[in-house]
């Protein structure tokens, strides 16, 4: 008998315990939230207590890069007039591909003037590379490979229109926002 009123102690101080520690969680993320001003989900800062957004904004410019797509030809930040990141373990980036392929064929976009950086190991990476491959330039990368970094990216997918100085057109996980581009 003892021994299930100790049981019963225990699992009761657990669960204060436990209790007490949500508490603290949900007050400390209200007092982040409060901080933000309303209709503010991102942040483009990385002070204390900030989320980075998960793209670069509109006119910012990434920086310099360079890297090799998976046909052996050098790439860098040059041309690339539609950029998206994906990786198969993202189950929006698989859900997002088809509009972006059909983003830039519907634009006239040339093979050189796309983007596609897969973030992983080529093996886990095939099945994405083979549905871009025919519309897109292909890097596979690490997280935080050279292009991922030049485009400061903090969630997947990650796309970006650029305009023809190099500096971002518009931006998102989606094509939200982007503009209606039609052939030349």
Same mark, same amino acid.
């Given at each position: 008998?003892?021994?299930?009123?100790?049981?019963?102690?225990?699992?009761?101080?657990?669960?204060?315990?436990?209790?007490?520690?949500?508490?603290?969680?949900?007050?400390?993320?209200?007092?982040?939230?409060?901080?933000?001003?309303?209709?503010?989900?991102?942040?483009?800062?990385?002070?204390?207590?900030?989320?980075?957004?998960?793209?670069?904004?509109?006119? =910012?410019?990434?920086?310099?890069?360079?890297?090799? #797509?998976?046909?052996?030809?050098?790439?860098? @930040?040059?041309? /690339? *007039?539609? +950029?998206?990141?994906?990786?198969?373990?993202?189950?929006?980036?698989?859900?997002?591909?088809?509009?972006?392929?059909?983003?830039?064929?519907?634009?006239?976009?040339?093979?050189?003037?796309?983007? =596609?950086?897969?973030?992983?190991?080529?093996?886990? #990476?095939?099945?994405?590379?083979?549905?871009? @491959?025919?519309? /897109? *330039?292909? +890097?596979?990368?690490?997280?935080?490979?050279?292009?991922?970094?030049?485009?400061?990216?903090?969630?997947?997918?990650?796309?970006?229109?650029?305009?023809?100085?190099?500096?971002?057109?518009?931006?998102?996980?989606?094509?939200?926002?982007?503009?209606?581009?039609?052939?030349?």
């Amino acid at each position: 008998m003892t021994y299930l009123v100790a049981a019963v102690v225990l699992c009761l101080t657990l669960t204060v315990l436990n209790l007490v520690v949500l508490l603290g969680v949900v007050s400390r993320l209200r007092l982040l939230g409060a901080a933000r001003p309303p209709g503010h989900s991102h942040s483009h800062g990385h002070g204390r207590g900030e989320v980075p957004a998960p793209v670069l904004p509109p006119g =910012a410019t990434p920086a310099e890069f360079a890297a090799t #797509t998976l046909d052996g030809e050098p790439v860098d @930040g040059r041309g /690339a *007039r539609l +950029v998206g990141f994906f990786t198969p373990q993202c189950s929006l980036c698989h859900e997002r591909l088809p509009q972006v392929i059909e983003y830039a064929e519907r634009g006239g976009f040339r093979r050189e003037d796309v983007l =596609a950086v897969l973030i992983g190991d080529p093996e886990e #990476t095939s099945e994405l590379a083979a549905r871009l @491959g025919a519309v /897109a *330039r292909v +890097v596979v990368e690490e997280i935080d490979g050279p292009v991922y970094r030049a485009f400061a990216v903090h969630g997947l997918p990650a796309m970006y229109l650029m305009d023809d100085r190099g500096a971002v057109r518009a931006s998102g996980t989606d094509l939200t926002g982007f503009p209606v581009v039609t052939p030349a």
